[in-house]
């Protein structure tokens, strides 16, 4: 039975409240990537950074997954082949929605890590800047997130899920953080179909055999009920 791999990004949110990235007033409009979102900028100024973090865990854990969201962990329950989930968010708003076994690339606000030993344990809502690992006891707390320049997580699984796609879809993102806005080139080499819904063309829109545009809250289930339906 043929295998869907799909990738999300913060355009799926975006219904529930969370902000995108580079949409106007998105998170980067707020703030210089430069300084909240690279291990650089975490070395020169981590309070910035952990209030940055802090501010989005907050928003995120009060958010309510929405529609797409539904609608996705839907597809995963019915379909009779597999579903895999990977997602550029940090947010946990796919599992809210009744979805299994998500591949957070981007790492989760509330997961915390040590930079020091490796150990990994749920962030508390505010972290403060030298917060001891309860592991190792070193002040190398970190917020659980992939910044730029450091390697996505689980990239080998996600390579080896893509090569073996029969329809791949990506879903609210601009198709300009990678690896990740080169899925799609990966899934089309391996013979996948490929599809994306966003709300509006995305930098990687030429390479998708399929558009559809709106907003993912009236998209997304649409796409699930057809491929439901088939
Ligand atoms: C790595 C965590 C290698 C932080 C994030 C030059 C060329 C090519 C690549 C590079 C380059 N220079 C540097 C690089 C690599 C770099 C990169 O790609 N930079 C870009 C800016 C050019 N990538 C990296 O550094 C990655 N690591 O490459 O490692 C390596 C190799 C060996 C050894 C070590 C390392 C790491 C990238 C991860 C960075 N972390 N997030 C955080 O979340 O705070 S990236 C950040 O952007 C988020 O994860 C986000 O998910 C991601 C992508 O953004 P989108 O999700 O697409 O969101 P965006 O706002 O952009 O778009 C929203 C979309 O939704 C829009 O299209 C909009 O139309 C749509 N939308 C809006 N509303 C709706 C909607 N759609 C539907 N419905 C709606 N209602």
């Known amino acids: 039975m043929e295998k869907i791999v799909i990738l999300t990004g913060a355009g799926i949110s ?30 020169r100024d981590p309070a910035l950074v952990q209030a940055f973090y802090n501010a989005r865990r907050a928003k995120a854990a009060t958010a309510r997954p929405n529609a797409a969201h539904v609608a996705l962990a839907r597809l995963q329950a019915d379909w009779p082949g597999a579903v895999v989930i990977v997602t550029q968010n940090v947010d946990d708003l796919h599992e809210k929605g009744g979805a299994q076994e998500v591949l957070h690339m981007h790492g989760r606000l509330d997961q915390a890590l040590c930079a020091a030993c490796g150990h990994r344990w749920p962030a508390p809502e505010e972290m403060e800047v030298g917060e001891p690992c309860p592991a190792c006891r070193a002040p190398s707390a970190r917020p ?8 996505p997580y689980d990239m080998d699984e996600v390579f080896a899920h893509l090569s073996g796609a029969d329809l791949f879809a990506a879903i609210g993102t601009s198709g300009q953080v990678y690896p990740a806005a080169g899925f799609v080139q990966e899934a089309a080499a391996a013979g996948a179909r490929t599809v994306e819904l966003n709300l509006e063309p995305s930098a990687t829109v030429s390479q998708f055999d399929e558009t559809r545009f709106g907003p993912a809250t009236r998209t997304v289930p649409e796409w699930v009920a057809e491929l439901l339906a088939d």
């Open 14 to 43: 975006a219904e529930s409240g969370l902000g995108t990235f580079r949409d106007a007033g998105g998170l980067w409009a707020q703030h210089r990537i430069e300084d909240v979102a690279t291990p650089e900028g975490f070395a």
């Open 144 to 151: 659980d997130i992939v910044w730029f320049g450091e390697m």
